[in-house]
């Protein structure tokens, strides 16, 4: 659990992550989630990767936009670690010093799951420059929002069609890749129980958000008084 003292005496926030495959719905349930803990009163700052600060926001475009084949899987790793550690020192570091609650759309899960499993780099590689990056910090809860690959590449290409965003290079990987992507997350799940709680994304927007708000409850509960 990484809730502990803050140098002003009080307890520091919580660390949750929604982590899943395109279409799953991340981006919604962020900011339902967010709306549930401030309900609560706690108070809640809502961020997302690759981005979060100035400057991982610039390393975004690089990552999100292009062609499929823009980068190979270790410059693809490398610059996702580049704004993630811009990330955890400018926005979530900060914000958990200060006894706030933060609920990223994804964090370095995405990163095992997209590059380690999807991309074949492998888990070796990823872990070690977690190691490097992230100063010890881990999610106190991590949601993997799970949808057959089908359907989540559908919802992403509506949404797409719909907002006319540039922001597509992942959803254009083939098949495969997304199916070893989904497998990647379903064995951080299995090899973390304790932090990880698997989601069932396919049924509606009301649906999913009462899931995820009963398993933060079930693990985050005796932390939220």
């Known amino acids: 659990m990484n809730a502990q003292a803050t140098e002003a005496g009080g307890r520091r926030g919580c660390f949750i992550t929604l982590e899943g495959g395109e279409g799953a719905g ?4 962020v900011q339902r989630l967010a709306a549930w803990l401030e309900e609560r009163g706690l108070p809640v700052v809502t961020t997302r990767e690759p981005g979060g600060s100035p400057g991982a926001e610039s390393i975004r475009e690089l990552l999100v936009t292009g062609d499929a084949g823009r980068w190979d899987a270790l410059t693809e790793t490398l610059l996702h ?3 993630r550690r811009d990330h955890l020192v400018r926005t979530i570091q900060p914000a958990l010093a200060r006894g706030d609650w933060v609920v990223s759309d994804r964090f370095a899960d995405s990163t095992m799951a997209y590059q380690g499993f999807g991309h074949g780099l492998g888990q070796n590689p990823v872990e070690i420059l977690s190691n490097l990056v992230l100063d010890g910090l881990r999610p106190d ?3 993997i929002l799970d949808l057959p690959v089908p359907e989540g590449l559908a919802r992403a290409g509506a949404r797409f069609a719909q907002d ?3 922001e597509h290079r992942y ?3 083939d098949p495969d890749f997304h199916d070893r992507l989904r497998q ?6 299995a090899r973390e129980p304790d932090r990880c709680t698997l989601i069932d994304a ?3 927007v009301d649906e999913v958000a009462d899931a995820i708000r009963r398993a933060v409850e079930a693990k985050l509960g005796r932390v939220m008084a």
Not at 26 to 29: E, G, R, V
Not at 184 to 189: D, E, L, P, T, V
């Open 164 to 166: 006319g965003s540039e």
């Open 81 to 83: 670690f580049a704004a």
């Open 26 to 29: 991340k981006s919604t349930q």
């Open 184 to 189: 990647g997350f379903h064995a951080i799940a």
């Open 202 to 204: 396919s049924g509606s």
């Open 141 to 143: 809860l991590t949601l």
């Open 171 to 173: 959803e254009s990987m």
